[in-house]
T-cell receptor
């Protein structure tokens, strides 16, 4: 079946602009996660959604970052007033639930470059 | 100190070699443990979950020592196709994964 999809695959923007990144999880997966991967920082958790529960936003680096998940499916990560340090690959993952050993399936990522 | 630490690498080995990756984690309440594999410019993919009893999948063996907060991955008879970055991953709570920096492996003919 279809895996996690993300769009766009690449995004180049100017400093100070807002960007929106989209994630379509695997159908039937109730949990959805956002991570980012940047040089020198490795992969870091940003936020996750589980069903109708309040999202865990503990990994968001600043209030310029926000995410929503509509209808328990598609999610959008929004970065306002982008900065050069926001340049990274933003990865979305989904899993059946948030149980300890539930496998997270990752999308191909969105490569964001802030000029 | 990072919450999950791995060998810095890179490891360059000949085909057929046995390779060992080591990882330590700092949170004693960590609940589950994994090795992910990431190919260049691709997304991470689950290689193996790691259980306290140890587990094996073909040429791959994973071990967990909760007392020492130590995780290992052994690859036997390495293949060219094993070349990738190996990520040690810990789940502390609710599915939020904490990743190590990764160790790059290059298997040469």
């Amino acid at each position: 079946g279809a895996g996690v999809s993300q769009s766009p695959s690449n995004k180049v923007t100017e400093k100070g602009k807002d960007v929106e990144l989209r994630c379509d999880p695997i159908s039937g997966h109730t949990a959805l996660y956002w991570y980012r991967q940047s040089l020198g920082q490795g992969l870091e958790f940003l936020i996750y959604f589980q069903g109708n529960s309040a999202p865990d936003k503990s990994g968001l680096p600043s209030d310029r970052f926000s995410a929503e998940r509509t209808g328990g499916s598609v999610s959008t990560l929004t970065i306002q007033r982008t900065q050069q340090e926001d340049s990274a690959v933003y990865l979305c993952a989904s899993s059946l639930s948030t149980g300890s050993y539930n496998e997270q399936f990752f999308g191909p990522g969105t490569r964001l470059t802030v000029l | 100190r990072k919450e999950v630490e791995q060998d810095p690498g890179p490891f360059n080995v000949p085909e057929g070699a046995t390779v060992a990756f080591n990882c330590t984690y700092s949170n004693s309440a960590s609940q589950s443990f994994f090795w992910y594999r990431q190919d260049c410019r691709k997304e991470p993919k689950l290689l193996m979950s790691v259980y306290s009893s140890g587990n094996e999948d073909g040429r791959f063996t994973a071990q967990l020592n909760r007392a020492s907060q130590y995780i290992s991955l052994l690859i036997r008879d390495s293949k060219l196709s094993d070349s990738a970055t190996y990520l040690c991953v810990v789940n502390n709570q609710g599915g939020k994964l904490i990743f190590g920096q990764g160790t790059e492996l290059s298997v040469k003919p």
